[in-house]
């Protein structure tokens, strides 16, 4: 089987930062899939998987209720190496055209101290599986040194 693009990324140098991961075209529409990359690959440490599912739930539904990019949110989610998620939204994109959206997505997960919205068994299939103290602090992080302080570095791929 090839080697798919997102394993041809050089995770070696790669930052803390927003990146567009690809673009699929569906019939006429482009789908820009970001990766928002939380931690340096293999140098720090993953984001615990309870915080990073609280960032999840957080995020899809301040994602799908956004006046201007709810309805053009197809996904977010984790990725399974715990250093960030993947966003897809519909449109054709770089990277920093949604730097105001995760600024504003970070601050909202940073500050936000109510119940998870969708932590139930009803909603969810691993529902106690949260830790919003922790995804508060990891929102701060990201924030403060990458999304606050964004170089170009951090809005595209190394080589
Ligand atoms: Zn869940």
Redesign the pocket.
């Known amino acids: 089987m090839k080697k798919i693009a997102s394993f041809t990324v050089n995770h070696l140098n790669l930052l803390p930062g927003i990146y567009v991961s690809r673009k699929d075209y569906v019939g006429d529409e482009v789908i820009t899939t970001f990766d928002i990359r939380m931690t340096a690959p293999n140098k720090e440490p993953v984001i615990n998987t309870a915080e990073l599912?609280t960032i999840?739930?957080l995020a899809a539904t301040f994602l799908r209720n956004h006046k201007e990019y709810g309805e053009k949110t197809i996904y977010w989610g984790p990725m399974g190496c715990r250093t960030g998620n993947y966003l897809l939204l519909k449109g054709d994109y770089e990277s920093k055209d949604i730097l105001p959206l995760m600024i504003e997505l970070f601050e909202f997960i940073r500050d936000y101290k109510d119940a998870v919205p969708?932590a139930s068994p009803r909603d969810?299939?691993?529902?106690q599986d949260m830790n919003l103290t922790m995804a508060n602090y990891e929102a701060k992080r990201y924030l403060d040194r990458c999304l606050y302080v964004i170089k170009e570095e951090n809005l595209v791929y190394p080589e």
């Open positions: 599912h999840e739930h969708g969810c299939g691993n529902y």
